[in-house]
């Protein structure tokens, strides 16, 4: 268990965001013994967290004085601009924070845009200290146990050090990839990885049942050939084919990703059309798939274009 029991019972931490990514990953904290405050914009969400975790406390939506004292922000929310927005807005957090407070974002966000929130930050407190550290997982479900794997950017090491144990108590695999910002990189361009191979996979499946092939069998095949992806193993194979769409994971967040990962991409100077497609089709998708659907929904993109609707699997023993 990552820092020492009196140092997890001495420090408070500021929750932000319990989500489905944001309830699991404050669990680790709580269990942990760090003691919480948490505030989630769902109604009654805060509160049910409370009544879950012995050493959590809710605080209610607005009420910034009862993050005044906490050592550690973690904030885990849709996008950059809601950060922005609960650190720097109306009801803003920086404003009561501690000095030498330290936020660590966990979000999916822009490099950029996280660079430009911690300029304004400082110009409110220069003794606070922003590390970016978004999330991913090699399998479904991981971060209820801690094996989450995160990827930090942090340009103070004072502070980088004082936040590693709370790092590590999130994430089985801490990565410090460098200076803030390189956290949101290396998530972006992770899930870019993903998201081609979900374009790759959704070929595959509509091609192959058009060719007579079994798409349940297809990616059984590919789970033991060098087809093998993480939406093979885990979130197609359960929640795709199966057509539970439950993998917790909104096909809007990865459409808005993929905008960041083509922006990243392009400020380096290198030209891909790959960036752009990816972009173009999961737009396409997203309209039909609607408002909220899971990101395994992005089929049903492909089954309109083609006119084919993939074959229902059941679910796969565990």
Request: net charge negative; glycine share 10%.
């Amino acid at each position: 268990m990552a820092g020492s029991n009196e140092s997890r019972k001495s420090m408070t931490i500021g929750y932000i965001g319990l989500g489905n990514a944001g309830y699991p990953l404050a669990s680790t904290l709580t269990k942990a013994g760090y003691h919480l405050i948490v505030r989630d914009a769902g109604a009654g969400r805060a509160e049910q967290f409370a009544q879950e975790n012995d050493n959590a406390q809710a605080a209610a939506e607005g009420d910034s004085k009862a993050f005044g004292d906490v050592d550690i922000l973690v904030t885990m929310l849709p996008n950059g601009e809601v950060v922005r927005d609960v650190l720097l807005g109306t009801d803003g957090l920086a404003k009561v924070l501690r000095d030498d407070a330290i936020i660590i974002d966990t979000s999916s966000s822009s490099p950029f845009h996280t660079r430009e929130t911690a300029q304004l930050l400082s110009e409110i407190n220069s003794s606070l200290t922003l590390i970016d550290s978004p999330i991913t997982q090699a399998y479904q479900h991981a971060l209820a146990k801690g094996d989450a794997t995160l990827m930090v950017g942090c340009s103070n090491p004072e502070a980088l050090e004082k936040a590693m144990p709370v790092l590590k108590t999130m994430g089985k695999h801490v990565f410090h990839m460098g200076d803030l910002g390189f956290g949101h990189a290396t998530k972006t361009l992770n899930n870019y990885v993903s998201a081609a191979s979900i374009l790759g996979l959704c070929d595959a499946l509509i091609a192959g049942q058009q060719f007579g092939l079994d798409p349940e069998k297809m990616i059984d095949v590919m789970n033991v050939g060098t087809g093998v992806n993480f939406s093979t193993k885990e979130s197609f194979r359960t929640d795709g084919l199966t057509r539970r769409f439950e993998s917790g994971y909104q096909l809007s967040l990865l459409l808005k990703d993929m905008k960041i990962a083509e922006s990243v991409i392009a400020s380096t100077g290198l030209q891909s059309d790959l960036s752009h497609l990816i972009v173009e089709k999961l737009a396409d998708a997203d309209k039909v798939a609607g408002p909220g659907a899971d990101h395994t929904q992005v089929i049903q993109g492909w089954e309109k274009a083609s006119g084919v609707q993939l074959k229902q699997s059941k679910q796969p023993e565990s």
